[in-house]
């Protein structure tokens, strides 16, 4: 079989610049993996892509255009999140930081408030049982002002 550019078919010549194309890589690179000694030899792109897929060749024999294509992806992937973080479609990460961080910090003054500043008073001198329902109203308002939004609580209310 002629091994040239182009090579006879059944079907009539086929460019192996066509091949190439067809398995979105280089002509160089098809030149390097026809010197493979297991490659197929003709330019048919179901043996090539059946056999890409057992041998993963390596293209890095002078395959630029393979790496600019992935070059070109990752910048494309790059702007289509920095547009989604501009439309607000998505958060980005050091946002999503700050937000857990004052949640946390707001989490923490409530339960400061409510454990540290209001509890004690309130069960000073209570038989056990009693402390217990007092901690469960407690517990409960906790309960209701997470579910409400944490965000909207601030720390100057008082429990009633």
Same mark, same amino acid.
């Given at each position: 079989?002629?091994?040239?550019?182009?090579?006879?078919?059944?079907?009539?010549?086929?460019?192996?610049?066509? =091949?190439?194309?067809?398995?979105?890589?280089?002509?160089?690179?098809?030149?390097?993996?026809?010197? =493979?000694?297991?490659?197929?030899?003709?330019?048919?792109?179901?043996?090539?892509?059946?056999?890409?897929?057992?041998?993963?060749?390596?293209?890095?024999?002078?395959?630029?255009?393979?790496?600019?294509?992935?070059?070109?992806? /990752?910048? =494309?992937?790059?702007?289509?999140?920095?547009?989604?973080? /501009?439309?607000?479609?998505?958060?980005?990460?050091?946002?999503?930081?700050?937000?857990?961080?004052?949640?946390?910090?707001?989490?923490?003054?409530?339960?400061?408030?409510?454990?540290?500043? /209001?509890?004690?008073?309130?069960?000073?001198?209570?038989?056990?049982?009693?402390?217990?329902?007092?901690?469960?109203?407690?517990?409960?308002?906790?309960?209701?002002?997470?579910?409400?939004?944490?965000?909207?609580? @601030?720390?100057?209310?008082? @429990? @009633?």
């Amino acid at each position: 079989m002629k091994r040239g550019i182009y090579a006879k078919t059944e079907s009539g010549a086929v460019a192996w610049a066509d =091949l190439a194309g067809k398995l979105g890589v280089s002509r160089q690179t098809i030149y390097n993996w026809r010197k =493979l000694p297991d490659a197929p030899t003709s330019p048919d792109v179901d043996q090539w892509i059946n056999w890409a897929a057992a041998n993963k060749p390596d293209s890095t024999h002078g395959d630029l255009n393979e790496v600019k294509r992935l070059v070109e992806l /990752e910048k =494309l992937r790059k702007l289509k999140r920095n547009n989604e973080v /501009e439309e607000a479609a998505i958060a980005s990460v050091p946002d999503v930081a700050a937000f857990m961080q004052k949640t946390a910090a707001t989490y923490d003054a409530l339960l400061t408030q409510k454990i540290d500043v /209001e509890l004690p008073p309130l069960i000073v001198g209570q038989p056990i049982a009693e402390v217990r329902k007092i901690c469960e109203r407690i517990h409960d308002e906790i309960r209701e002002i997470t579910n409400k939004g944490l965000q909207n609580w @601030s720390q100057g209310k008082v @429990s @009633s």
